[in-house]
């Protein structure tokens, strides 16, 4: 049980660790790229200007401050290597949202075309009827864009009519369980490959598939992002947290450490006390 | 009236799941085609699951303002926030710009200066984001009373979750930078260790709950099909 002035300082130590690094940014650690991520960067880097890529928004704001800064970074790798990007989020309706103002901010940064050289599709709901259907028609399942837009004669959808056969990499960056049906219905019946990013609470959970192949590279949490970040030398959000994540986890163990003493010590103490009672 | 609320759907359920079952096999355009048109049918149906599921919280949350049941006022802030974000949502139809299908009075999600715009991008996500991260307080907390080593197993998941909380950030990686990257000793490296526990003990077992869970999916789709389960119709029998 944590008497309250325990609790207070527990979560007083966690602000702090969050928010110094933060305020006062410092340059100690190096983050260097794990396999896992260089297998999504690889990949992307190897792709030829005028191929197309799918990145798959699914996630939603609760998982933004994790997931967006690997979604920058992927997108900006992609548009500096000249890809066509047609973006989608089959996990909710609030990750439309951060799918179209990552484009448009990387994009037109990028010197993009909104409908030429990106698209997002938007959010449909039941995965696996949608993720099949876009192998074999994308146009039959979205009349419209995210922006309400006609699909109809979009350029990059005139190019890329359907996921199977011209899509070169499909990225999912997932928050939930999409990454499986999008193996599943996707990536193995339409022969292309895929990478995945999550959550660091999730990275667990998907090693099984990067273990198999069945996805060639996997970003987990914020320090992938950050490792994305260096590897396309465009420092942002996630290499700004990575001190505070850092001093956090350090933090937890402590937490443990000092948590467990006062657990052998308890224990100590009561095996004294009953030895005095015998 | 009992053929069409017991035996139809049964039969429906039949022939669709054993033709949906079928076409998978027959790489033929025509069968494909069905296929697909299949497909965009169950989209469908599912955003009349959706119409359900808003019916559903409405209903409950209207139920506990009218009974005034203790935190109510949560449930006006529901619905207030769920009518507002819609209102400003609503496509204005009657005169849409010629390369749009639909046209949003209030801004859409392109429109950065909209009432949509605003209210998604500088009040959901935040607190959204917010909601998520109070967890890390909770984490902390949870870490200082909870994770003892009590038992054998207990603190082999102990000292599991500090490597891999370690192996997972830089400053944990630099502790042991300065050990070999090749030959025996690079395995003692953190990130070394948490790969192999991620790859190995960690992928095996859920290698296994995700075998355990696709049998258990095809157990329940030929049970649907067949008619044997029947608790989708409503009926317990």
């Known amino acids: 049980m944590l008497r309250s002035w325990e609790r207070y300082l527990l979560y007083g130590l966690i602000a702090f660790a969050v928010f110094l690094p933060l305020i006062f940014p410092f340059d100690v650690w190096e983050n260097l790229p794990t396999r896992e991520v260089l297998g999504v960067y690889n990949t992307i880097e190897n792709l030829q200007p005028g191929d197309t890529i799918v990145v798959a928004v699914d996630f939603d704001p609760s998982s933004e401050p994790e997931l967006y800064p690997m979604l920058l970074a992927v997108l900006r790798h992609a548009f500096s290597k000249d890809l066509y990007v047609i973006a989608i989020n089959l996990f909710g309706p609030a990750g439309t949202g951060l799918g179209v103002m990552a484009l448009n901010d990387v994009g037109g940064d990028m010197g993009k075309v909104d409908g030429e050289d990106y698209v997002m599709l938007g959010f449909k709901p039941n995965l696996p009827a949608v993720i099949s259907q876009l192998n074999s028609d994308i146009k039959e399942m979205y009349r419209s864009d995210a922006n309400g837009k006609s699909t109809a004669d979009m350029p990059i959808l005139e190019r890329t009519p359907k996921f199977q056969g011209n899509i070169k990499y499909l990225v999912d960056l997932a928050a939930g369980e999409t990454v499986r049906p999008w193996i599943a219905y996707g990536s193995a019946p339409g022969g292309y490959p895929m990478g995945a990013g999550c959550t660091a609470v999730s990275f667990a959970d998907y090693f099984s598939f990067y273990q198999s192949g069945q996805i060639n590279g996997l970003m987990g949490g914020l320090k992938a992002a950050a490792e994305y970040e260096e590897l396309i030398e465009r420092k942002g959000a996630a290499s700004a947290g990575m001190n505070s994540q850092s001093i956090v986890h350090a933090l937890l163990v402590i937490f443990i450490i000092v948590g467990n003493i006062a657990f052998f010590r308890a224990v100590m103490a009561k095996r004294a006390e009953a030895r005095e009672r015998a | ?237």
Not at chain 2, 11 to 37: C, H, K, N, S, T
Not at chain 2, 103 to 113: I, Q, V
Not at chain 2, 210 to 236: D, Q
Request: proline share 5%.
């Open chain 2, 1 to 237: 009236m009992t053929f069409l609320r017991r035996q139809l759907p049964v039969v429906i359920a039949f022939v669709l799941g054993m033709f949906v079952l079928i076409i998978f096999y027959i790489p033929a355009a025509p069968m494909q085609d069905i296929g697909d048109r299949l497909k965009v049918f169950v989209t469908i149906i599912g955003a009349f699951a959706m119409l359900l599921g808003i019916n559903s919280i409405l209903g409950q949350h209207i139920t506990k303002i009218r009974k005034r049941r203790p935190g109510y006022g949560y449930s006006w802030v529901l619905i207030l926030g769920f009518v507002t974000m819609m209102i400003a949502w609503i496509p204005w139809w009657s005169a849409p710009p010629a390369d749009s299908a639909a046209y949003y009075p209030w801004g859409g999600l392109e429109n950065s200066k909209g009432a949509f715009y605003w209210m998604f991008f500088w009040m959901m996500v935040p607190m959204q984001a917010t909601m998520f991260s109070i967890l890390a307080f909770y984490i902390a907390s949870a870490a200082y009373r909870s994770f003892r080593a009590k038992t054998l197993e207990a603190s082999v998941l102990l000292v599991a979750a500090v490597i891999v909380m370690l192996g997972r950030v830089p400053l944990g990686t630099s502790l042991t930078a300065w050990l070999p990257e090749t030959g025996f000793w690079s395995s003692l490296r953190m990130e070394e260790m948490t790969s192999w526990l991620l790859n190995v003990p960690n992928a095996a077992g859920f290698r296994g709950i995700v075998l355990g869970v696709a049998l258990g999916i095809i157990a329940t789709s030929v049970r649907i099909i067949f008619g044997v389960e029947k608790t989708y119709m409503g009926g317990g029998d």
